[in-house]
């Protein structure tokens, strides 16, 4: 028989302590987005696959849980991600003609997990600009991701930035690459040489000797000197390490690197991508870059720029949440004991009652301090600690 209490593979109840820590979390971090002009949208989590689904958002086919409309008998998915719904929103909903900033927080819902520590059930919280296609737009996202992080309590990050533009750029004139594409991609994304070396064989030579110095182009900002040493000078490439050198050069980050064969999300992205890692954690705490074409399925093909993370992944890094002082009150209908409670919990208190022949159990809060009768008056006392 099987127990009914338990839960699927890779999704977990978050308990007290834990979704405190998360709450906290998510509203500092959405302050953070809305003093820098971020304004907070909601999308639904379950919408018509045809829209979900669409354009970039084919990328997340099959990570995300379909389910026939009892109403309408169409199929509809449960969001694995947000991007494509905020494109819609901003391409339908919003409209405007003008710079668009745009942030959310939810949960998403994936039918398996990124890696054997990773939940099902990401809260992903990100940020994006529409309408803006200059490299202001790509400084400014980079710059709140990381402030993000700081304010999380995040110290020792690295930058890494690469650009989705480069591979493209480099096939662009030779059609027998171009025609292999997606082959390269997985070959430079697992950085696998001899596979490389195979595949490349039939390129054009300048094409072929570029392919295979990009897994060897990884450092610091210095790297992009060598790079334009052994890349073919076109405008493109040219566009794209110019790009790179000046986000390397803005980034607010104790470490910032180049690795011009991290491929992660090119067929997500159009141009500047970066991700920010942590000592310890293996996968990219935050991930962001541009994405101009996010809106085309919707009718309007915007430039735009974002970021997003997960808060229950940012939340396992950081310490334990501190327990908030409390006060213990007995339980009474005593008049002068209720609106000495109903003062101190207006003043931001936290003043927790026994119910009548039980006492309170609470793993978020000390009570270091107690209500007690004095004559007609009610004080606080502190608790002994022993």
């Known amino acids: 028989m099987s127990n009914n209490w338990l839960l699927p593979e890779f ?32 999308p639904p989590m379950l919408e018509y696959v045809e829209s979900l689904l669409t354009g970039t958002g084919q990328d997340t086919d099959l990570f995300t849980f379909k389910l026939v409309d009892q109403l309408s008998g169409r199929t509809m998915g449960l969001r694995a991600d947000m991007t494509t719904q905020v494109a819609r929103i901003d391409a339908h909903l919003i409209n405007r003609a003008t710079v668009t900033r745009l942030c ?17 059930e990401p809260f992903q919280i990100g940020a994006e600009i529409y309408g803006h296609g200059g490299l202001e737009a790509d400084a400014e996202i980079q710059a709140l991701a990381l402030a993000s992080l700081k304010a999380a309590g995040i110290s020792g990050m690295s930058l890494n930035l690469s650009h989705a533009g ?12 171009k025609g292999n594409a997606p082959a390269l991609f997985d070959l430079l994304e697992t950085k696998d040489m001899p596979g490389l070396d195979e595949l490349t064989a039939r390129f054009h030579p300048l094409t072929r000797r570029a392919l295979m110095a990009l897994p060897d182009l990884y450092g ?31 980034a607010d980050c104790e470490r910032v690197t180049i690795d011009l064969a991290d491929l992660n999300g090119y067929h997500y992205h159009s141009g500047m991508m970066f991700a920010a890692f942590v000592p310890g954690l293996p996968n990219a705490l935050a991930r962001g870059g541009r994405y101009d074409h996010v809106g085309e399925a919707f009718g309007r093909s915007r430039p735009a720029t974002g970021f997003s993370m997960d808060l229950r992944e940012l939340s396992r890094l950081l310490p334990p949440a501190k327990k908030r002082p409390a006060i213990h009150a007995p339980w009474s209908d005593n008049v002068l004991l209720c609106e000495k409670i109903r003062q101190l919990r207006n003043a931001g208190e936290v003043v927790i009652c026994d119910l009548p022949g039980s006492r309170a159990g609470y793993d978020e809060f000390i009570c270091d301090r107690e209500l007690v009768a004095d004559g007609d008056n009610w004080i606080l006392k502190t608790v002994d600690k022993e």
Request: aromatic share 6%; glycine share 4%.
């Open 11 to 42: 999704i977990a109840d978050v308990l007290p302590a834990e979704a405190r820590k998360m709450e906290e979390l998510r509203r500092l971090i959405l302050d953070k987005f809305r003093i820098y002009g971020y304004e907070l949208v909601m």
């Open 104 to 120: 959310y927080a939810g949960s998403v819902l994936h039918t398996r997990p990124a890696g054997l520590q990773s939940t099902r």
């Open 166 to 177: 480069l591979l493209r750029s480099l096939v662009a004139d030779d059609p027998v690459a």
């Open 220 to 250: 610091d900002i210095n790297i992009l000197k060598e790079a334009k040493k052994v890349l073919p000078s076109n405008a493109g490439i040219t566009l794209a390490l110019n790009d790179l050198e000046y986000l390397a050069r803005v």
